[in-house]
């Protein structure tokens, strides 16, 4: 996000070399750790959760703003990071077999509303950054051995559901109720990243008290 604003804010690209060559060997170490194999585990296989949106996130944004990187280490190629990202985003929210939502129906999160929550703080800064670079419309992206034709996330109306849901379900204090692995939390005001209105609900603060919200 620094090396983004940096960008953005007209500094000279000699300026910026040093910082996106560190950018992209962390996005290249990140990558690398989160497909290597601890023992029998693997972390794709095994945490397929909020954890997972975390970090598959992080590699999808590194791969919109480093998108001119190049390497002939696989590991260090933008492509290599977005299709890992979109990849398993797509996974975790629609196709896994062990998968946290179902885009086909009502949507929901099996891991209560906050981790969902905490997933999209990475999430969604990284639909609205696609969002920008790209048009809507379907590309394909590899992991491993399989590619899928992915949607635009900013604009797939299955993500507008887990955000509807997220809308709906709020108490009548503005937090979100204590479902499955949840703390008491205030809702998501972040979800004005859509760009939709109808996500951005007020804040009932004067109801929430005490020193913590769990």
């Known amino acids: 996000m620094a090396y983004d604003l940096r960008r953005s804010a007209g500094e000279t690209p000699t300026g910026l070399v040093a910082g996106a060559a560190r950018l992209q060997e962390f996005a290249g170490h990140l990558y690398q750790q989160s497909i ?83 997933a999209l703080l990475n999430c969604r800064p990284l639909f609205r950054a696609v969002g920008n670079f790209l048009p809507d419309g379907r590309l394909r992206y590899t992991f491993g051995a399989v590619t899928r034709s992915i949607r635009n996330p900013y604009f797939d109306p299955k993500y507008g559901r887990l955000y509807e849901w997220l809308t709906v379900i709020r108490m009548p204090d503005g937090r979100f109720p204590a479902l499955e692995d949840s703390y008491v939390d205030m809702g998501m005001p972040e979800l004005a990243l859509t760009g939709q209105a109808r996500y951005v609900q007020p804040m009932c603060f004067s109801k929430l008290t005490g020193t913590g919200l769990a």
């Not at 585990?41 to 001119?68: C, D, I, K, P």
């Open 36 to 118: 290597t194999p601890l023992g029998p585990f693997s972390f794709y296989a095994t945490s397929n959760n909020n954890n997972t949106l975390m970090t598959a996130a992080a590699l999808g944004r590194a791969a919109v703003v480093l998108n001119e990187a190049t390497s002939a280490d696989a590991t260090q190629q933008p492509a290599t990071w977005a299709g890992t990202g979109l990849y398993h985003i797509d996974n975790v929210l629609g196709r896994d077999a062990q998968r946290r939502s179902d885009s086909n129906w009502m949507a929901g999160y099996s891991e209560g509303p906050y981790y969902l929550k905490y």
